[in-house]
């Protein structure tokens, strides 16, 4: 448990703590390098965060793109169905509580989490109203705080010391047993959080049902609507105790930071007051020379008619593997769609021509390492591996996305954030939904070319891309590539790119010749 450590009762506290060991290196460090998630959390901390991470002049925030989003993580709330019993599972409840107590909240936490899950059989929704089972359960984990506390058998020094070991012996049990109800108390307090809807105009209460998790099946939020102003008072505007500004530099650096050629987006969504310098840099590769942007002219996506909309999408990147050699990664906008072209390249009864797997056939680590090691092979995949992959060289040629990444509709965090914008007047398409688009198709755009050797074709599948106004300006915010829609670009491309043109000639040509003989 990360709240277990016994602090100054650890009788290794002072000389062989590996923790306090590295706080002390990095406290004497000029650099550190650290990920988001720790930094928010020392700097929300405010003096006692100084321990986790000691005070910088300067913070650079790399991959600040996804700082919203780790802002919410941070500063949301969350229980699952499986956080009240994993709390009491500790041995301090069992030898002070008693068996017959825990199993009395045991009974309320699955009775709370009941009220939820029928709330709804989507499995991501809005939670309404006030939830009084939940209320119940934490008032009754409050309860077992208080009664421990009543009853601390360390409430006198020196009660039944004859009988303990020594004296660190008492100090760690002490300790031990002030972490349990500390555990309880701040549990109870996630639990009332969630519970109570009087915070629903800064906050958006929302359940997910979970099917790859041992234990859990149901989790509950509570997150800020809008982590700008959390970010403004914690990060780039922090004041001290005394309310002056905290001297403070905070440089922000991402691939994909700009959307539309500045910054407003980023600025507006975590809370920049003031800026002092913003460039957007030209990009590093040459793009023109090593990418190819493909974009066919397929039929819109029609949600009514979303199969025969998927055979089309087959067909195109079946016919893309033939000129790429396979060597590709197909990005996912939903499950649904890559589970349909799934099936249409794995074909009942014939062998792909190249080693097709999909997310979902093993862990996202084995995955990439079957993709890097497996010649010629294709990866499907969704919204997880949109960023984070970098496979350079010959081994990725090919990455295709189906559709332009749009927030999911359904989504109750993005839904809740959507309403706000518009409930204030302006357009949360274009302020919100757009740039989070533009970002993300970025983001899957670079997954191609990560080394200057690099060389391959982005197919998007969208038509979109060119005749929506939104579609024009988000190509535009892409990296340079030579753009094509005739699928002869892709084959003049991969004639000059290809190390070996009779292997091209063979793989495509002798293709071609058999379907014209049949």
């Excluded at 959307?259 to 507006?268: A, R, V, W, Y």
């Excluded at 020379?289 to 909309?309: K, V």
């Excluded at 990147?317 to 799934?342: D, H, K, M, N, P």
């Excluded at 190249?354 to 497996?374: H, K, N, S």
């Amino acid at each position: 448990y990360p709240d277990d450590c016994l602090h100054q009762d650890c009788r290794f506290h002072e000389t062989k703590c590996w923790v306090n060991d590295m706080r002390d290196h990095a406290a004497g460090a000029q650099i550190l390098i650290t990920n988001h998630h720790l930094l928010l959390n020392a700097l929300e901390l405010g003096f006692a965060g100084e321990r986790i991470l000691p005070p910088a002049a300067i913070y650079v925030i790399d991959e600040a793109h996804g700082l919203e989003q780790t802002a919410t993580a941070v500063y949301e709330t969350i229980v699952t169905d499986y956080t009240v019993e994993q709390l009491l599972s500790r041995s301090v409840y069992k030898q002070y509580l008693g068996e017959d107590l825990l199993d009395e909240v045991r009974m309320l936490n699955t009775l709370a989490f009941q009220e939820v899950a029928h709330q709804s059989r989507d499995n991501a929704y809005r939670v309404e109203g006030d939830l009084e089972g939940m209320k119940k359960l934490g008032r009754a984990l409050s309860n077992l705080a208080r009664r421990m506390k009543q009853n601390s058998p360390f409430k006198k020094e020196g009660v039944d010391e004859g009988k303990r070991k020594d004296k660190e012996d008492i100090s760690e049990e002490r300790r031990i047993y002030d972490l349990g109800m500390e555990a309880l108390n701040s549990t109870a307090t996630k639990l009332l959080t969630v519970a109570a809807s009087k915070r629903d105009g800064d906050f958006v209460r929302y359940a997910t049902r979970l099917f790859d998790r041992r234990h859990t099946t149901l989790e509950v939020h509570a997150a800020p609507i809008n982590p700008a102003g959390l970010l403004n008072q914690y990060l780039f505007h922090a004041e001290d105790e005394q309310r002056n500004p905290v001297a403070r530099t905070v440089i922000c650096t991402s691939a994909t930071l700009a959307t539309n050629g500045h910054f407003e987006h980023f600025k507006l969504r975590c809370g920049l007051a003031t800026v002092g310098e913003e460039h957007v840099l030209p990009a590093v590769f040459d793009y023109p020379r090593q990418a190819l942007l493909y974009q066919p002219p397929l039929p819109a996506y029609d949600y009514r008619n979303a199969d025969a909309y998927y055979s089309v999408v087959a067909a195109e990147i079946e016919r893309l593997l033939e000129v790429s050699r396979g060597r590709a990664l197909c990005l996912f906008t939903s499950w649904s769609g890559l589970q349909q072209v799934y099936d249409r390249l794995a074909k009942a009864g014939k062998d792909p021509i190249w080693p097709v797997r999909a997310q979902g056939d093993a862990p996202r680590d084995a995955l990439l390492t079957w993709f890097r090691q497996t010649p010629y092979s294709v990866l499907l995949a969704t919204r997880s591996f949109w960023e984070g992959v970098d496979i350079p060289g010959d081994n990725l040629s090919l990455v295709v996305l189906d559709k332009m990444p749009f927030p999911t509709p359904g989504d109750p965090l993005h839904s809740a954030r959507m309403k706000a914008i518009d409930d204030d007047g302006r357009s949360s398409f274009s302020e919100y939904t757009t740039p989070l688009m533009t970002l993300s198709l970025k983001q899957g755009f670079g997954r191609l070319i990560r080394r200057g050797a690099d060389r391959g074709v982005v197919a998007i599948l969208d038509e979109r891309l060119s005749s929506k106004s939104y579609g024009r300006q988000a190509r535009t915010d892409l990296p340079p590539a030579r753009f094509g829609r005739e699928f002869k670009a892709v084959h003049r491309f991969f004639q000059t790119a290809l190390p070996s043109q009779a292997e091209f000639a063979l793989n495509v040509w002798a293709e071609e010749e058999q379907r014209a003989s049949s």
